[in-house]
DNA sequence: AAGTGGTCTAGACCACTTG
DNA sequence: AAGTGGTCTAGACCACTTT
């Protein structure tokens, strides 16, 4: 009944899950930018010749998986990557008496440098290739409790300098997104504890070989394709990394 | 059109929201007991005098929350908390280099004791009331990596016994939800670092003071009410707690 | 009032698993 | 072959937000 379509077979194998393919190629082709509208569902099933219900399941796909977010009455938009994002998804660190927080962000370091062999299997390209490394101290409360080692492949990021990563209006994962295309949809966590090294001593104000929380993130973009490569070392004395056990889906 | 309905004013307000809270009640009351397999689609969708599009929506939510669990040509079945769940849902410890592994469990000591103002708070009851308390060690790749400090308010396992947990034959929360009726259907972690205390030291074979991960585990069922306190000091010297960032959802 | 997403219906047909 | 869940249709009407 449908003679128009021209290439459901992207994902997986049913109607919807082309849909769902469409859109995502929609918002990395930059038809679609980061915080844009959608048009309404009757549109969009028209446009790809869908029942509307139809449609809506590929949009509840794409919802769970914090790609759309969905406001009844006002329309369907692109996640943007601000702090809300940021705080919501990616942000797990809670006082452990008191309300969470923004923490505030200053710069250590910025540099070139060779990927290490660990960075290169974490970010998914050759050893020695040339990457951004990247020192952050973050606060809470006022006191530094965070110190983030950020890696990044320097061809992901051609034209990033120490000025625009500095100068950045918003969150470190907006910049990636609307500066170079990069959006960030997911990660994986791995947690452990370690002791204090010199730097972290030195920033984070606490004696060295003090057990801190060690988290090494590899955050991605669509298609798992790895973005960034991060080191948290948290001091918990007053903070906890919270994580909520639920049943998991995973996609994309 | 519908006039049979008895109550429809149970969660939410929507009348998919009536239908999932009608299922969580036949599995609370025992009607539908853990791996139980429903009545298909078309029966339940008659049963409830709705169009099987909406008791589907009502399923789906079900299923994401981890109450239910569908198998296409199969049926739909109420989630068993089994090794398999455990490892998905319950166990975050993998090694950082090799296969995730089923931990072997042995029981350290089974106690009952007063419930300290911090297990009191975690488990909503009043400090001082009776609580059990069970410490075991788990071990993998033959090594004992993990110390876990379990406390359970005993008036929810009123006839628990040493022997009955020793001799249980499948996971812990097998033993809570099929002898007990209590589903564990989530759950929040806090995690910090911190230093190996006599105990751990002594039972994970490893100095004192050397950074251990500490897990603060209150696992809940239905209504968010909690079950179990659970502290784990982990080793993760060869290990990590891992743990996938994706847009959250949490309901029930 | 107009425009958006949210709920619900009443089917048809497809895909998968099991006896 | 019979039974299960999975996909898809083509609407109607409700709830919410904005102008």
């Known amino acids: 009944m449908n003679e128009t379509f021209t290439s459901n077979v992207a994902r997986g194998s049913s109607l919807y899950q082309s849909i769902k393919s469409k859109i995502v190629q929609e918002i990395q082709s930059g038809i679609l930018m980061p915080g844009a509208m959608l048009p309404n569902e009757r549109d969009l099933s028209?446009?790809?010749?869908v029942a509307i219900g139809t449609l809506r399941r590929a949009v509840d796909d794409l919802v769970a998986e914090g790609i759309l977010i969905r406001q009844q009455g006002r329309g369907t938009f692109v996640v943007l990557q601000d702090r809300d994002r940021f705080m919501f998804q990616y942000f797990r660190i809670s006082a452990r008496q008191g309300q969470r927080e923004f923490p505030l962000v200053k710069l250590l370091s910025f540099n070139k440098a060779r990927a290490s062999i660990e960075e290169a299997i974490a970010l998914g390209m050759?050893?020695?290739q040339p990457v951004l490394k990247i020192v952050?101290?973050?606060?809470l409360g006022g006191k530094p409790v965070i110190l983030d080692k950020i890696a990044i492949a320097q061809h992901s990021f051609p034209s990033l300098t120490k000025e625009i990563f500095?100068?950045?209006p918003g969150t470190i994962y907006e910049l990636y997104q609307i500066q170079f295309g990069l959006t960030v949809i997911g990660g994986v966590e791995r947690v452990r504890a370690a002791a204090a090294d010199a730097l972290a001593s030195e920033h984070l104000g606490i004696a060295q070989d003090?057990?801190?929380l060690q988290i090494n993130r590899v955050a991605h973009t669509f298609g798992n394709q790895a973005v960034e490569y991060r080191i948290s070392m948290v001091?918990?004395?007053e903070f906890d990394y919270v994580?909520?056990?639920h049943s998991q889906s995973t996609s994309v």
Chains 1, 2 share one sequence.
């Open 46 to 49: 028209s446009r790809f010749d």
């Open 210 to 212: 003090q057990p801190l």
């Open 243 to 245: 994580s909520h056990l």
């Open 235 to 237: 001091n918990t004395e």
């Open 166 to 168: 500095k100068n950045r």
């Open 136 to 139: 952050n101290v973050l606060s």
């Open 126 to 128: 050759q050893a020695g």
